[in-house]
């Protein structure tokens, strides 16, 4: 017997999250060195402690498994990262899920900053 998730109509696989996500509000990622995301601004649209979905098409250009080299920008300021490419989506959503390299305290910094509730 089949079930309905199994026949391929039904929902696909579920991600399952260690760490809480929230919607990044005026939180912005360029690419620095190389790579399609070089010069391009992009809206960060989801962020947890150390990775972020950015949107866009550029995004989807990157490798799965590349490591990055992206600045941050957040409220006037600006923090150059490493990252990796760790998940690149198509639909429902387009862009790609990047996340700190263990050795990025100023970038995990912001991130938490922006993660925090407004007072």
Do not use: I
């Amino acid at each position: 017997m089949t079930s309905r998730g199994d026949a391929g109509d039904g929902p696909g696989p579920v991600e399952r999250r260690a760490s809480p996500r929230a919607p990044a509000k005026g939180l912005e990622v360029e690419g620095v060195d190389r790579g399609p995301l070089k010069g391009t601004q992009l809206p960060v649209s989801e962020l947890g402690p150390n990775s972020f979905f950015v949107a866009g098409p550029e995004a989807v250009a990157c490798v799965k498994g590349g490591q990055y080299r992206l600045k941050l920008h957040y409220n006037a300021r600006a923090v150059v990262c490493t990252t990796e490419c760790v998940r690149t989506e198509t639909a429902p959503r387009v862009g790609a899920v990047f996340r700190l390299l263990s050795d990025e305290r100023g970038a995990m910094a912001m991130l938490q900053e922006v993660l925090r509730p407004p007072k």
